[in-house]
């Protein structure tokens, strides 16, 4: 029998690519331009002769916390859930893993308020593992704002999945 693999993305927001964005202005032209252009040993002289109190330091450090800070957007927003007859698959920039369904205990959606510098900006979802080992996992994707039923049609297919594996295994047994 063959089960198709689904796949899960989360839905684009316009910060997801602010941050893009960003990163790309401070994490790569940033230290490009110290490196091509005035060179990091004139970059550290001015640093150590600032007549405004090491005040291209301060400018500096703030830049690569930026970069990183906006990094951690990408990743965030750039993951993907791939949830197969196996188990599920999730896949980020840095980490990938596989979670096999005999670890799944139960599936649930998480429904929150999605703040962004202490703005609110509408309901966010999440869906959770709780997996046997007694910890918890949130799925990098899908989560969204605008459609509720999709998210609940992910959980479904999730659990679906999770169920056809279990009674596979019960009577492979």
């Known amino acids: 029998m063959y089960v198709q693999m689904i796949e899960f993305r989360a839905a684009p927001r316009w910060w997801q690519w602010s941050a893009v964005a960003v990163f790309l202005l401070t994490g790569v032209l940033f230290p490009c331009v110290i490196t091509f252009g005035m060179g990091w040993d004139e970059f550290g002289r001015r640093y150590q002769e600032s007549p405004r109190g090491r005040g291209m330091g301060f400018w500096a450090t703030g830049d690569f916390v930026i970069a990183a800070l906006s990094l951690a957007g990408c990743h965030h927003f750039s993951g993907r859930t791939f949830v197969g007859a196996d188990g599920i698959r999730t896949r980020t920039p840095l980490r990938r893993r596989?979670?096999?369904w005999g670890d799944v205990k139960y599936v649930d959606m998480d429904r929150g308020i999605d703040e962004f510098l202490g703005r609110k900006t509408g309901p966010m979802y999440r869906i959770r593992l709780?997996?046997?080992?007694?910890?918890?996992?949130?799925?990098p994707a899908p989560m969204a704002q605008e459609f509720d039923s999709a998210m609940e049609a992910a959980k479904s297919a999730i659990m679906r999945r999770r169920k056809a594996w279990a009674d596979r295994s019960e009577s492979a047994s």
């Not at 709780?130 to 799925?139: E, I, Q, R």
């Open 130 to 139: 709780d997996l046997v080992n007694g910890k918890s996992l949130c799925l």
């Open 98 to 100: 596989f979670i096999p």
